[in-house]
């Protein structure tokens, strides 16, 4: 299966693809949209290879502004996936790992996994990932967050790509937010992919996503507006 790796969890659906070889130089942001606030800008850019048929790994650096405010560095992050499936089953699956050191200590570092699966029915992609996240190194200590994604998509063909994708946060993994607290945010989104070269071993494309989901950021009403390029070779 065709599967496009994409991470920032909150932000961007992460899934695995089988692309021995391939390495990407890519591109994210996102930017939150609350009421009555100022509006938070978080680009990313970072570099991955997939040096076998299992393991995807990129290392990216991470930027904030607020407002009119510039850019600051705000955090490194060190994402590992390891596809466990190979098409042999209806369902593909994958372990995601996420380390993320934020260059604020008292932050501390925080470290996410979860399953992520795929499946297809005809032209339609179906994804639907859970992960547990819990911050280290932090005063008082931190428990361990549940979180998911989802998104659903129709093929019309390669270079173009439209669904809905989804994403929330339930709060403690054994003891659930009141609703009212939880986060859950969905809406539309487009993405595709460009060849580039004209021999058929060519690894070189341009790769697009782009969404913007409502709803609940933080337990505040918020839109998310995220966008992704990558150019892999």
Known sequence: MSMPVQAGSGYYLVSIYENEGEKTIDFKSWSSFPENRATSTVPELGISYMPN???????????????????????????????????????????????NKNIDSSRGVDFEFGPAMQTEFGRVQVNTNVF?????????????????????????????????????????????????????RAGPMISGNFRLGNAPDSKQAIRYEAAYVMGKLNARHTGVFSMRLQYAF
């Open 53 to 99: 048929k299992t393991w995807y790994t990129e290392v990216y650096a991470s930027w904030a502004k607020r407002g009119a405010s510039s850019l600051a560095n705000s955090a490194w992050t060190w994402q590992n996936d390891f596809l466990l499936t190979h098409g042999q089953y209806p369902v593909d699956l994958a372990l995601h790992t996420s380390l």
């Open 132 to 184: 547990l996240e819990r911050t280290y190194r932090t005063t008082p200590t931190s428990r361990m967050q549940m979180k998911y994604q989802w998104q659903a998509k129709y093929r019309l063909r390669s270079e173009l790509e439209f669904g809905l994708q989804g994403f929330g946060e339930l709060g403690d993994l054994d003891d659930w937010s009141a609703r009212a607290r939880q986060s859950h």
